[in-house]
């Protein structure tokens, strides 16, 4: 019980609660039919961009190293998984759903897992920005290619129409979406807070010396690229789903980008609550500026700009500082202080 | 720091989450709503790119729209009734293009104009299915972009068009070695040229090359045009949009002496050209059913209300919004809607009325003459153009002149 | 023989286009060690700039093309006081973010001003004869020679400018060591200003060739050849002016040959795939700083 209250631990189920608290609102706001169509349309997108988030998270964050092609490891897992689901229903067609769209989701992740792990490979060599050009490679790659097939249809896109009736599609979609995203999320706060995750953070910050530790930094460098691709081929199976048609020029550099800017702007590391919220405000962001109508994407930029600017400069850490709320400081400040002094008791006693 | 952020982030999705609440309304309000001088306000919700890569083609089409609806409103033609147009921007993405459509259903639309993309359209119509919404697409061409029994298109869809070009080639007599030059990453283009080479197979015309470039690299042709040369072909056909094929033929010109042929898409090449590339493409030939220089009244008419307001030459697009918006009046006409019934009737019944009243009709717009059969397809003649000396003109065999 | 020839004229000519935008991305890499990605959007407003002076205007030709180099050189600078200043210090991706937001601000500002439909950036007037070599068969078009004569001048400008002037060795020395130059007097700051004006400079040479190329643009002209330029940037080895110039010329030469020997559809796919095999081989670039680690 002490264990599990320890600060971490507080801190995920924190996240814990505030995933339950967002899936619960989703499926109320649908169930009384008091969603506006609007925001009955952003749901799933909302969701699939959580688990997109995390999963970038735990490669960026985590273990440190810059992806800018998320969106590809997303695109093999939304062509496997629907592939799937497409041929499932075509054979079978009484197949319910809670058996096809698991299957899809587990094969989806596991192939864009199998790419993960193989351009996990030339991680192990290649650094920092270099990287960062090798995974975006990879994604433009796999756009390529993809178009070229002409059973995953080529330039004119896959068809995932039959696979999930029209008829109230978020709330068909929503608990399947929901379980995805909170497994997810525990499975992934729990690497991230085991053996194993301490290990990642410890190649993050030296890997030099987490070498010297012992620690096998091909294994663990190579198991996040794949831990982190089946997570978003995972949330592509999600995106396959709720749209009808895939097409791979979808799945480009800009929304790499998209993914993360939702990273960086809900704070990199060990903490996914930042993620999960950034996730949601940035997909509901552009749809909330659509009154501003040609404006839109301006204003947007600029708020981009902006929030970089007031979160990141270290001009401002003064501003950043009044601003925080300060009982939350004062708060912390007092027991930190009253910890101390009962340490601090305790060792005079001793000593005594 | 960090703290602060996220609850600054925190705040705004409660905030985000508040304005999505908000905008729900209970679902008693009358279907349509009355302005001041108590005119019947039919609201037509468009979609299309506004931003980003394909920008050009939605914001053709919004405006197109919009004429159609000035000049609707302006003559009166239906009493009582007048039309509204929303426009949102999908950014040329199918999710955004449903947020889109929801946000339209929020904002009390009752007719779609679906999307301007094919894959935009085929996401909107499928979310729309659930209302039976009439979606009138004016540009998605894609053969099952409009799949559902309430959609319709102004637009001829892929094959259609990759058929005729195929047999008037044939007919005219115009080359027997054939080139392709398309667009490999566009469903328009690929979905042409698909159906131009079986149908050229069947009619024993000969593709000596099929030379293709995707979107990021739409720039530089020389190579392609070099392939094309080396093959010895005697036309090129190119199903691509005129803003790459004003490209390509800047650079091509110089180097090959081919027939060049497009298709709807290349209408607006003119203009593209301009006065500074005029005989780039001179001599160009393309199946549309729409051109700019018809003497046909209603182009006409359409053409100079465009000019005037937007100064800019309207463009296939742009005739294809035009025509949608027609169509959306003459079958609240065909439908014999008074402004009474109007404020009466359920969506559903709506919804209803208007998707039967689209086989029925009969709407001659700026691309020609058009009825429409169940499956939504329209039924409408292509014009064969040439362009002489920066002009459509219908063409002509060499021995018919 | 001739095809192959004519092949690689072509593509040292694409690769002249990226090696000027790959030099900006690698001067500012070296200097301030950021990834600019809005650096690909400044050769779209130097190409609109030269658009709007010559066709808009009707200035004369040499006006807009000075206008274009002055107005990105000067954009180049506000961009970086205004976004990138202020971050110095924070962590590199927070101030990649803020460029992306940045390369988003000039495409939309550009689409509201300009529209969505593409222009046709240069009039006629610009067009240079072809010219044949001998009897081989082989023509060179006159832009691909103004093209390649101007990157190369350009490149030898820049060199002596590195290496012999003072700004150019305050240069070097902030991206070897900023506070150590700061020691040495040196006006880091300045210099940095200074690197972002040179390298929009070259951007805005860059548009010019583009535009004598492939005559249209569209406010998103500039992120394609940007992503490949920074490819260029990586490929050479980020940070090196040489690696730069080499990086842009093997990207270039590597498009043109695949497509015309491969297939014009993956050229994409083999361009990255050479890439990506390149760097784990080479990790650093061909040309880049082998890093050595210290324990």
Known sequence: MKKFLSKINRRDALTLLVLVGIFAFFFIMLQTGAASHQFKNMIIPMTYYI???????????????????????MSVGAYTGCFLSVMLVEHFPDLPMFVYLPVAMLCGGLMAAL?????????????????????????????????????LGGAIGFDTDKIVPDRNKALTLLPYAAFAVIVSAILIMNLVRSKHGRAIMAVRDNRIAAEACGINVNFYKVAVFGIAAFFAGVAGVLYGHNDVLLKSSTFDFNMSIEILIMVVLGGMGSNMLGSVIAAVVMTALPEILRDFSDYRMLIYSVMLIVIMLFTSAPALAGIRERLSLNFIKDAVTKRIAAAKAKKANKTKEEQK | MKKIFSLVLAVLMVASCAVAFASCNGGSK??????PEDNVIVKIGGIGPLTGDY????????????????????????????????????????????????????????????????????????SAAESGILVLTPSASAKD???????????????????????????????????????????YCKGNADTFKSRAAELGLQIVTEQTYTEGSNTDFSTQITAIKEAGAELVFMPIYYSDAAKF????????????????????????????????????????????????????????????????????????????????????????????????????????????????????????????????????????????????VEYKTADAE | MTLLIQTLIQGISLGSIYALIALGYTMVYGIAKMLNFAHGDVIMVGAYTIYSTILLAHFPGWLGVISAVVFCGVLGVVIEFLAYKPLRGAPSLNVLITAIGVSYLLQNMALLLFGGNQKSMLPDSFDFPDVKIGNTGITVTGEVIFTITLTVVLMVALTLFINKTKMGKAMRAVSEDKDAARLMGINVNRTISVTFAIGSILAAFASLCYGMSYAYIKPTTGSMPGIKAFTAAVFGGIGSIPGAMLGGFVIGILEKLSSAYISTQFTDAIVFGVLIVMLVVRPTGLLGKKIREKV
């Open chain 2, 249 to 392: 033929l800047r650079q091509a010109v110089d180097t090959l002496d081919t027939v060049f042929f497009g298709v709807d898409g290349l209408d607006g090449l003119i203009g593209e050209c301009g006065t500074e590339h005029a005989s780039d493409c001179e001599d160009v030939i393309l199946l549309t059913p729409y051109f700019a220089d018809s003497v046909d009244p209603t182009v006409k008419s359409f053409v100079e209300a465009y000019e005037e307001k937007f100064g800019a030459t309207p463009d296939q697009f742009a005739a294809d919004g035009y025509d949608a918006v027609l169509a959306i009046a003459e079958a609240i006409e065909e439908n014999g809607f008074t402004p009474d019934q109007l404020m009466e009737i359920t969506a559903e019944d709506f919804n209803k009325k208007m998707v039967a009243a689209m086989t029925k009709i009969t709407v001659t717009g700026a691309t020609g003459v058009m009825t429409w059969t169940a499956d939504g397809e329209t039924d409408k003649d292509p014009n064969v153009l040439q362009i002489k000396g920066g002009e459509y």
């Open chain 2, 55 to 126: 920008a050009s083609y939605g914001n053709s089409v919004k405006n197109g729209a919009q004429i159609a609806v000035d000049m609707l409103n302006e003559s009166g033609a239906l009493k009582g009734i007048k039309f509204e147009l929303l426009f949102e921007d999908s950014e040329g993405d199918g999710t955004k293009a449903v947020n889109a459509f929801g946000k339209l259903q929020d904002d009390g639309m009752n007719v779609s104009l679906g999307g301007v993309l094919s894959g935009e359209t085929k996401n909107i119509v499928a």
């Open chain 1, 115 to 151: 790419f993960g792990v193989i351009i996990g490979i030339p991680a192990l060599r290649v650094k920092g920005d270099y990287l960062a050009i090798v995974t975006l490679a990879f994604c433009e790659i796999i756009k390529t290619v993809i178009i070229n097939l002409d059973f």
């Open chain 2, 30 to 35: 009358a279907l349509f709503e009355k302005d």
């Open chain 1, 51 to 73: 688990l997109l988030a995390i999963s970038l998270n735990l490669m960026v964050g985590v273990l440190g190293e810059l992806s800018l092609g998320h969106a590809g490891f």
């Open chain 2, 145 to 187: 972009a409009i799949n559902k029994d309430n959609a319709f298109r102004v637009c001829f869809n892929d094959p259609q068009q990759g058929l005729y070009a195929a047999e008037i080639i044939k007919e005219k007599g115009l080359a027997t070695k054939i080139a392709l030059f398309y667009d490999n990453g566009n469903d």
